[in-house]
């Protein structure tokens, strides 16, 4: 009988693998875009500190990236 159920499962555990091999990338994906732009928000607080920018670009910038972040976090906060 076990080899029957082993049968039967197995489109359903197929599919199950799949499933969690995709969740697992995307969510590997969402880690390196956070890194991303994190290191992003770092050189732009050097390039401000060096003068290199103004305030104002800076403040352009830095409210793109950090809507950015916010966007990537919002998914994660509705799965818990």
Not at 65 to 76: G, H
Request: without cysteine; charged residues 30%.
């Amino acid at each position: 009988m076990l080899i029957v159920d082993d049968l039967l499962l197995a489109p359903f555990k197929g599919l199950y693998w799949i499933g969690k091999e995709i969740h697992e990338a995307v969510l590997t994906e969402q880690v390196s875009q956070r890194e991303a732009i994190t290191t992003a928000l770092s050189e732009l607080y050097m390039e401000l500190e060096t003068g290199r920018i103004d305030e104002a670009e800076f403040d352009a910038r830095e409210a793109e990236l950090l809507d950015a972040l916010d966007q990537l976090q919002e998914p994660s906060q509705d799965e818990e």
